[in-house]
Structures are given as structure tokens and as C-alpha cells.
């Protein structure tokens, strides 16, 4: 645990295979927030989610809110503006009461430049959100329009 920011960051996926002493310098680099259900997350940081649960959305032409993922304890989320410095790719809201570390982008790319471990899982993560993607490209492009609503 992070006794100067009070951040404790042992249960985050990202930075399980850091030592104590590692993640500890990341907590002091972290602004501990909380967020009430239904509250939406503006800003270009990263965030680890210490507790609660998050959905990450985007919307449609027609105002359609669509859920691309929840990102429960333990899990990160705005690793992509961070990373290219694009606006985000996407909105997120608190599905749930959450705790959560925010970390700038610019201590998210020196942790990452300095953590070979961390870039890593990052990639991954990344590659996991590709696969994802793809696989619904795919599967909304072969189905017949009855079967694209059912999906």
C-alpha cells in the first residue's frame, strides 16, 4: 500500500508482476477518485479501477448508447489516448460505486517506457480489443440484416 497517496494498487492487473516497492511508486504517482453509479469519466488520463465496476460505451448516429466492455476491480481502461494522444475512442461511465486511481499520460508512458513487464500487458490488452473489434467487423458485415439486429 501507498502510504503517501493512500492508493493501493496490489490488486491491478497491469502491474501484478512489479514488486511492492514498483507499484508503490506508481500509487504516489496516482490521484485516488471516486465515482457514483451512472457518473461519466471525462478526461484524457488512465484509470485503474481499484473497486466498483465501469462500462466503457459509445454511441451511435442515432443517439444508441452500445456497450464495448466493463472493466470490473483490478482492471484499466484509456490506455489508447494516453499512448497516441488522440482524443478517446470511446465514454465511460461507473456501472457501479467505483474507487479509482488516475494516472496522467505522460507518467502512463514513462511507466511503461521504464516497466518492460507493463508494456507488455498493455500490448495484450491492446491486441485483445483488436481481436474483439474484428471479430464483431466480422460478424456484423456476413449476417443478413435480421440477423445483424439480433446481434
Known sequence: MAEDSGVNMDGITLLAELTDKQRQAIAQQCVPLSFTAQQQIITTNVYFVLTGRMRVVNYSLLGREVSLEDVDAGGHFAELAAI???????????????????????????????????????????????????DRIMDLSALGANNRVHA
Not at 87 to 113: G, Q, T, W
Open 84 to 134: 497516441d494522444g488522440q482524443p478517446r475512442s470511446a465514454s465511460v461511465m461507473a456501472y457501479s460505486d467505483a474507487e479509482l486511481a488516475s494516472l496522467s499520460p505522460l507518467n502512463f508512458n514513462k511507466m511503461i517506457d521504464k516497466h518492460r513487464i507493463v508494456s507488455r500487458q498493455v500490448m495484450m490488452s491492446l491486441a485483445g480489443i483488436v481481436r474483439r473489434s474484428t
